[in-house]
């Protein structure tokens, strides 16, 4: 079982910057692919970044260059983002796929947190 607890979000002016966390909390040793995804109200959740056991990452291309996702020895998870657009606000989750492989793929995803807002004015 893993419980998943975002913070940081809020709100930005364009061309700003926000640091979202993500605290991970677990019994088991196992090794997760972690990820950032976000979902705009009437649309489908879509993937932002993710990060593998091995520390590989894959980030969607509407972010690729602006954001980066990272973990610390705790294993908790963050995501840096830059140059924020109005068209990045949305509500993000983190989540942690148990399973092989690490995809863009909200479905593969078994654990997810509540979600913290981010909103981006022009």
């Known amino acids: 079982q893993v419980h998943l607890a975002e913070s940081g979000g809020g709100s930005v002016q364009a061309g700003g910057s926000l640091r979202l966390a993500c605290e991970v909390s677990?019994?088991?040793?196992?090794?997760?692919?972690m990820g950032w995804f976000r979902q705009v109200p009437g649309k489908e959740r879509e993937g932002v970044a993710v990060?593998?056991?091995?520390?590989?990452t894959k980030y969607a291309d509407s972010v690729k260059g602006r954001f980066t996702i990272s973990k610390d020895s705790a294993k908790n998870l963050y995501l840096d983002m830059n140059r924020l657009k109005p068209e990045d606000t949305a509500m993000y989750y983190c989540?942690?796929?148990?399973?092989?492989?690490?995809?863009?793929?909200?479905?593969?995803?078994?654990?997810w947190g509540q979600g913290t807002q981010v909103t981006v004015s022009s």
């Open positions: 989540a942690a796929d148990a399973g092989w492989g690490c995809a863009l793929a909200p479905t593969d995803f078994d654990y």
């Open positions: 990060t593998d056991f091995d520390n590989s």
């Open positions: 677990t019994k088991t040793r196992s090794e997760y692919c």
